[in-house]
């Protein structure tokens, strides 16, 4: 698993932090001095001095975040929206950070690198300026508060009450920004009140939960006639052609972008759709 994830980033086909992410979420303590011996055998400054060096400054939270993943990452149980919302309530008390994105390692700096690089392409796929913004399944808010200054305004929403304390924290004083805990089903908003809604992780678990086809069917209804659906990564089952078909099959939308991988820190996948008239 070592050498595979290795092989890949020293290739260049996924970033230095989401190799490290993977090394620890493959359950093995990650050696330090392994690392920086496998990296010495390559060029000063390649893909893998980068592994080694972000080992090294993050130790302590590799270990924390080995933990945290042993503890279980996936939700479990008859009802998986009520085990989806327990998984992230806890992480928010652990690590809010990576549980958002773990290839952050629950480093605030590396989240905000990661937050900017997905803010640049959202910005370069669809226009933010004075429109109204759905952030669905918002987390801690970093889409929320880094798309603030140019929207009209944001709203996010989260089926983790531990999440959306988190955001409301972090966002206080940002007038036009708001934050609403839901239950997985109805959106709590009225029809056609905003232009944009942004997913970024949390369709997999839509995916998982068997309820993707229900929540489309709402973010259709908030959004207004012509508005846009980005998401990014439709689900973690490892199926591009799957997750395309079901981004064709979408009621009431069409699909303007499908599996692209824009990202130079995350591998995540995008999507865009826009609701049709």
């Not at 924390?64 to 993943?69: E, S």
């Not at 042993?70 to 806890?90: M, N, W």
């Not at 029809?191 to 809604?197: E, K, P």
């Amino acid at each position: 698993m070592t050498e595979e994830v290795l092989r890949a980033c020293a290739t260049g086909r996924i970033s230095p932090q989401i190799a490290l992410a993977r090394l620890v979420l493959s359950g093995a303590p990650v050696d330090t001095a392994t690392l920086a011996t496998r990296a010495e055998r390559e060029p000063a400054g390649s893909p893998l001095h980068q592994v080694a060096a972000l080992a090294a400054e993050h130790a302590p939270r590799l270990a924390k975040l080995g933990r945290i993943a042993a503890g279980g990452l996936d939700p479990e149980g008859p009802d998986l929206l009520a085990a989806t919302a327990a998984l992230f309530d806890r992480l928010a008390g652990e690590e809010p950070e990576a549980a958002v994105a773990f290839y952050s390692l629950g480093s605030p700096e590396l989240l905000a690198a990661a937050t900017a690089e997905l803010v640049a392409v959202v910005r370069s796929w669809v226009r933010v300026e004075d429109r109204a913004v759905l952030d669905f399944g918002c987390g801690i808010g970093r889409m929320a508060t880094a798309l603030a200054p140019d929207a009209e305004r944001v709203v996010g929403v989260d089926i983790s009450a531990g999440m959306i304390d988190q955001a409301r924290k972090r966002a206080a004083g940002l007038a036009n920004v708001a934050f609403e805990t839901t239950s997985g089903g109805t959106l709590p908003f009225p029809d056609a009140g905003f232009d944009l809604v942004i997913a970024v992780d949390s369709f997999p678990y839509l995916v998982r939960a068997g309820v993707t086809e229900a929540q489309l069917a709402e973010l259709a209804r908030v959004l207004r006639p012509g508005g846009d659906l980005l998401v990014f990564n439709w689900s973690y089952r490892g199926d591009d052609a799957a997750d395309a078909r079901e981004a064709v099959d979408a009621a009431r939308f069409t699909v303007g972008r499908s599996g692209e991988r824009p990202f130079a820190i995350w591998d995540g996948v995008g999507y865009h759709l826009r609701r049709t008239a």
